[in-house]
């Protein structure tokens, strides 16, 4: 069965770094997102993207985000300069879109932790 | 905006018992309501979906949720507890059918005792 991957599973980094979380969603996906979970709270919703633009993004996703679908397979979120409270598990999710094409089918995320 | 409560942050159940976590929402447009399961270290797995079918939804692992509109409800329910459902549950909700974002609720942590 498809599924989302993701790369790295964990990293770490020092404040102030740029980091570079990966992902390849489903092959026939036309809709992806990040989502984001400070650890013991909700996942909460970052951005999504379609047709190779935003469609949508929280306030979380600031001008220190930022995402790119590169070469049609990978979906990246870079963080430009790392903040404390940056630390969390990332999450892609993907969906093919259309009618009963509603389910976002998650990948097992990064964990990032910064110091 | 839309929104989910799940009351209740710690469930715990006898095995053999019944699972019953609660969710609401609140949607200005008809909602499509999912919930999510969480096992330890693990991403998100979706173990059932609402899009304006069936009010009642059976899903994976025999877990089934009913949606309820004047209740603003969507509770999942489990007959029979087994020590494999031990795990984070999530309710989520979204405006349309593709494209947009799911708004999450807090979570509930299923316990199991033996």
């Known amino acids: 069965e498809p599924e989302v991957t993701q790369t790295p599973s964990h990293q770490v980094t020092q404040m102030g770094q740029e980091v570079i979380l990966r992902c390849v969603p489903i092959s026939n996906h036309l809709y992806f997102y990040w989502y984001r979970q400070i650890l013991g709270q909700k996942v909460e919703f970052l951005v999504s993207?379609?047709?190779?633009?935003?469609?949508?993004k929280s306030e979380i996703f600031d001008d220190q985000f930022s995402v790119e679908r590169p070469d049609g397979s990978n979906f990246t979120l870079k963080i430009r300069s790392t903040k404390l409270e940056d630390s969390a598990m990332y999450f892609c999710a993907s969906n093919s879109g259309g009618a009963g094409q509603e389910t976002q089918y998650f990948g097992p995320g990064t964990r990032l932790l910064v110091l | 905006a839309q929104s989910v409560t799940q009351l209740g942050s710690h469930v715990s159940v006898s095995e053999g018992a019944l699972v019953l976590l609660r969710c609401n929402y609140s949607?200005?447009?008809?909602?499509?309501l999912f919930w999510y399961v969480q096992y330890p270290n693990q991403g998100l797995q979706l173990l059932l979906k609402y899009t304006s079918a069936a009010t009642l939804v059976k899903g994976i692992n025999g877990f089934e949720a009913e949606f309820k509109k004047s209740e603003t409800s969507f509770h999942l329910t489990k007959p029979s507890a087994h020590m494999s459902d031990a795990a984070e549950y999530f309710c989520a909700v979204s405006k349309k059918s593709s494209g947009d974002k799911l708004t999450f609720g807090t979570g509930t942590r299923l316990a199991v005792r033996p």
């Open positions: 993207f379609y047709n190779n633009e935003i469609s949508e």
């Open positions: 949607s200005s447009v008809p909602p499509y």
